[in-house]
């Protein structure tokens, strides 16, 4: 039932939340710092990208599965395209600006992820949806 896939759904929306604002506050300290993201970051930022990917897959899964959100499939899934989209988008903006604030793209990139992932939950359990 929907709290098994729930099980399913919620420690890996976790990691991934979790893993974007640990990132977020560690390119944050870069902007700090005044430094630019380097290979360890990048590789971080790799990882989190490998988690997001594995909550697409899941979600897609349960989708053909026929496993549904309690709001709407398409708000849902678009979600999920922008959580894949935002972090590679924030590396090459990041990579393409030799200022302070490249990391701070980044910054917002991590934060997006992680407010994004959540919204998915919410749709995901019907928090918050509203209904005509």
């Known amino acids: 039932g929907r709290a098994r896939i729930c099980g ?61 959100p309690a709001s709407s499939v398409l708000e849902f899934l678009g979600y999920h395209l922008a959580t894949v989209l935002v972090l590679p988008a924030g590396v090459v903006w990041s990579l393409g600006d030799r200022t302070r604030w490249s990391a701070g793209v980044l910054v917002v990139a991590c934060l997006a992820v992680a407010v994004m992932t959540v919204r998915m939950n919410q749709l995901w359990a019907g928090v918050g949806a509203v209904h005509a």
């Open 8 to 68: 399913v759904i919620g420690p890996l929306a976790t990691a991934v939340i979790s893993a974007a604002l640990v990132m977020a506050a560690g390119t944050g300290l870069l902007v700090l710092l005044n430094r630019r993201p380097g290979r360890i970051v990048l590789g971080v930022l790799g990882a989190v990208e490998a988690l997001v990917l594995a909550q697409v897959v899941t979600a897609v899964v349960l989708l053909f599965g026929g496993h549904r």
